[in-house]
């Protein structure tokens, strides 16, 4: 049997129970997308997008499902407490793929801020999702996406009106909590209007030791004006398998900032799909990996320049130990007409053992006459020479490794805007490298790590 | 303090010293001259635990230990400082940090606690002072966009801060022009103690001026094949290596 029939044979078997405990506009989408799942099938490896990783072995056991939403028990603020110090943040809290209700308190939103489960709000507002619902993420272009459109019940939704300026930082923890092997279908939609302006924070946590396989596609639309800061934390730990899609759409003279930051995971797959298609948008993505043992981390991304005047800067940088592999394949696409572009694009590396492997391929393609554009990447090992003045100077072998590491990510921590995200962020790396992370006093029993 | 006993080593399976004795007491300064190539700063190189040198015979005690069963590092908790010909430039590795990484691992090693912070910087800063250090490039990575003199004062900073009893100061002296050249030995001088040592590799008087060695070596083809009082340097200053090795029947 093939991996794909075991979820064709979900979806067709459990149509109405999906259906009944999800909303009107994710369930209009449904069957188009089984099409084009069943058309597409997994990913194999032959194919460019997804060379680095092989996506059909990840979705070849049999994990559970919730569909009839039932809620697991637990209390988010037992299993995170870790928030980050001196930054006052709004805080939610995903459960899996369910928006925790009771757990949120409620901040002290702008007017008309929606910040709610998905299906919900599709339910009671459905004119804040049918408009954007699926239209970024479209399943016909990607088995992910079909997959997710065809299973997701419920997700997050961030919407800030027109000119609304949301000053705090929005956190949302994403915690995967089960009682059994899951499989969870997530779904995101972000909607900043013409000139609104939004920091969010997504930290992901898994609870349990048990294996998750996640799904999540997101759609961001960035209207005129508008401007985001987006950075996503991945805390997990190795039996966790995350499949992530997120498109961007970035209006004229719109902004954004995007950050991911794995720390800890099993297996990861990102693509990032951003077009600018309005000119004078701008957009930051940077990135930064910190692998170990046998874990497995694939960036995919794509910058899609459609329009003039547009500007973009992609940094990514991986430090790989043991037998961890890494992979970049980052693309920008010039396309006829978007004269006076400025991108950059750097991914550089680290491998601090013979074992660990990385992937690199940055890519541009570019149709226009009048830009700047260029790229650019590198694979290292630790600097011998930098080692041993270090230890001339008394610093034992292993602390100066270890501060070599953490300089050569400090430049992608560096970029965050927020002052105290970034001091955390440089404590939470300091003791990643140090292999302390699963004793964070922070967090409950298990939260951050059963590795 | 340094006994050095027949000692060979080699890089990459070339032999380069063939036989090095040499004794170091407390509070002496020792030069070594040669041509390039003769095998000084490997003799230091093997001193500090260079991993990319390998010692094939022969012995080097410091203060009755054995050093060449040491780490790097331990030598350098018992002691050893090395300034570099070429001072490593590390990016992403503040000046601050990685000197309060290195001070605190020799307090641990003598079973001190970490320094306070407070105290740390206020030592950073007294020190800094001896080779007139600017205090902005505490804030920089360590040697990142530091000219050739700051790199080599920088070297003398560090010295400042580990104090060790015995250092080394590879072509110290080497780009420098004559004001740093003088701020970088006066500064050497000023650490100076009747306990502590140093062996200076250099091809110039200059420096000599200000040090005022006890003793001179010529190293030539890994060996030290003359010792005499501070007029030998002067000497060959004047002459050159020749007579040396005519000499030594070389």
């Not at chain 1, 069957?31 to 060379?51: H, I, N, V």
């Not at chain 1, 637990?74 to 925790?100: E, K, W």
């Not at chain 1, 459905?126 to 993420?137: C, D, F, I, R, S």
């Not at chain 1, 013409?194 to 997101?218: P, R």
């Amino acid at each position: 049997m093939s991996s794909e029939k075991q979820y064709i044979d979900l979806y067709c078997e459990n149509r109405e129970l999906i259906d009944a405990h999800s909303a009107p506009a994710m369930n209009a989408l449904r069957e188009d997308a089984l099409a084009a799942f069943q058309t597409l099938g997994f990913p194999s490896r032959k194919m460019e997008r997804y060379k680095y990783t092989d996506v059909a072995t990840a979705f070849a056991p049999d994990y559970g499902v919730n569909l009839k939403r039932f809620g697991f028990p637990v209390n988010p603020y037992d299993a995170f407490r870790c928030g980050v110090p001196n930054l006052s943040t709004s805080l939610y809290f995903m459960v899996n793929d369910q928006f925790a209700d009771k757990a949120s308190t409620r901040p002290h939103l702008p007017d008309r801020v929606v910040i709610d489960s998905l299906c919900k709000v599709a339910k009671e507002q459905p004119e804040l999702v049918n408009k954007y619902y699926g239209t970024l993420a479209r399943a016909r272009k990607d088995s992910i996406n079909a997959l997710n459109t065809m299973l997701a019940q419920d997700g997050l939704l961030i919407y800030v009106p027109k000119g609304v300026v949301v000053e705090r930082t929005i956190q949302v923890v994403n915690i995967l909590r089960a009682e059994m092997d899951l499989m969870v279908n997530r779904r995101v939609l972000i909607v900043l209007e013409e000139g609104a302006q939004a920091k969010i924070l997504f930290c992901d946590h898994s609870m349990d030791g048990h294996e998750f396989l996640t799904t999540q596609v997101s759609e961001v639309y960035v209207g005129e004006n508008a401007h985001l800061e987006l950075y996503e934390l991945e805390e997990t730990h190795t039996r966790n398998k995350r499949f992530a899609n997120m498109y961007v759409d970035e209006k004229r003279n719109a902004s954004a900032t995007i950050d991911s930051i794995t720390l800890n995971n099993g297996l990861t797959r990102n693509r990032t799909d951003v077009s600018l298609s309005g000119e004078y948008a701008e957009v930051n993505m940077y990135g930064c990996v910190v692998a170990d043992g046998e874990q497995h981390v694939d960036n995919n991304t794509l910058i899609d320049h459609q329009a003039a005047n547009c500007q973009s800067t992609e940094l990514y940088k991986y430090v790989l130990d043991d037998k961890a592999v890494g992979a970049f394949a980052g693309r920008v696409l010039v396309r006829e007409g978007a004269q006076k572009t400025v991108s950059q694009e750097t991914n550089a590396n680290l491998c601090a053992t013979k074992t660990a492997r990385m992937f690199s391929q940055p890519m541009l393609e570019i149709y226009a006459d009048d830009v700047k554009c260029s790229h650019g990447s590198t694979v290292g090992q630790i600097n011998d020479a930098a080692l041993f003045y270090m230890r001339q100077r008394g610093i034992p072998e292993e602390e100066a490794r270890l501060l070599l590491k953490f300089a050569f990510v400090g430049e992608v921590l560096d970029s965050i805007k927020l002052d105290a995200l970034r001091d955390r962020l440089h404590f939470l790396v300091e003791q990643r490298f140090r292999g302390e992370l699963g004793k964070c006093s922070g967090c409950g029993p298990n939260a951050c790590s059963t590795r | 303090m340094l006994e050095i006993r027949d000692l060979h080593a080699s890089i990459n399976g070339k032999e380069i010293l063939k036989g090095v004795n040499l004794t170091v007491r407390d509070g002496e300064v020792h030069v070594l001259m040669g041509q390039n190539g003769a095998g000084k700063s490997t003799l230091s190189n093997v001193i500090v635990g260079h991993p990319a040198y390998e010692v094939t015979q022969g012995s080097i005690t410091f203060n009755g230990k054995d050093l060449l069963a040491m780490k790097p590092e331990e030598r350098a908790h018992e002691g050893i400082f090395l300034s570099f010909q070429q001072p490593v430039e590390i990016p992403g590795v503040s000046m601050v940090n990685f000197m309060r990484s290195a001070l605190n691992a020799k307090r641990k090693y003598q079973g001190l606690e970490p320094m306070p912070a407070g105290e740390f910087l206020k030592l950073a800063r007294e020190k800094r002072k001896i080779v007139e250090l600017d205090n902005k490039l505490a804030n920089r990575s360590v040697n990142e966009g530091f000219s050739g003199g700051e790199k080599k004062r920088n070297e003398i900073f560090q010295m400042a801060m580990l104090e060790p009893t015995l250092s080394i100061l590879d072509e110290t002296d080497s780009g420098l022009d004559v004001d740093a050249l003088r701020i970088v030995a006066e500064g050497f001088n000023k650490l100076r103690t009747p306990q502590t040592s140093a062996i200076v590799i250099t091809h110039y008087q200059r420096l000599l001026d200000y040090l005022k060695p006890d003793v001179v070596h010529v190293l030539i083809n890994g060996q030290i094949v003359k010792t005499g009082g501070p007029g030998l340097a002067s000497e060959i200053e004047k002459r050159g290596f020749d007579w040396i090795k005519e000499e030594a029947g070389l």
